[in-house]
Nanobody
């Protein structure tokens, strides 16, 4: 089992940057694919991006591709979401999630919410125009 805690959210002007962190407690962090999702007011939760167990592979939603970067530090049990060129439409609660994927290739990552077993409590990102 893994417990996830996000941090780094806040208020930023359009065009600015934020870096979110997600710290995981528990063992075998490198056995988990790590994903980021977001949920805007009145909308469903959507996939933002994910990183494979080794950190060598990443995938992103089209809406954030080229602006957001996911990375992970398996020694520190932490995954990051670097968000640049932020837009007002990026305003949402951001959640990190963990998918126990030990039996899958280390390069694997998934984008479906149902694949993820553990979720953080979320951190709010607000982008003003």
């Amino acid at each position: 089992q893994v417990h996830l805690v996000e941090s780094g959210g806040g208020l930023v002007q359009a065009g600015g940057s934020l870096r979110l962190s997600c710290a995981a407690s528990g063992r075998a962090f490198s056995s988990y694919v790590m994903g980021w999702f977001r949920q805007a007011p009145g909308k469903g939760r959507e996939f933002v991006g994910a990183v494979g167990r080794s950190g060598a592979t990443t995938g992103y939603a089209d809406s954030v591709k080229g602006r957001f970067t996911i990375s992970r530090d398996n020694a520190e049990n932490t995954v990051y979401l670097q968000m640049d060129s932020l837009k007002p439409e990026d305003t949402a609660a951001y959640y990190c999630a963990a998918d126990y994927a030990f039996s899958r290739p280390s390069s694997y990552y998934g984008g479906r919410e149902s694949e993820y077993d553990y979720w953080g409590q979320g951190t709010q990102v607000t982008v003003s125009s």
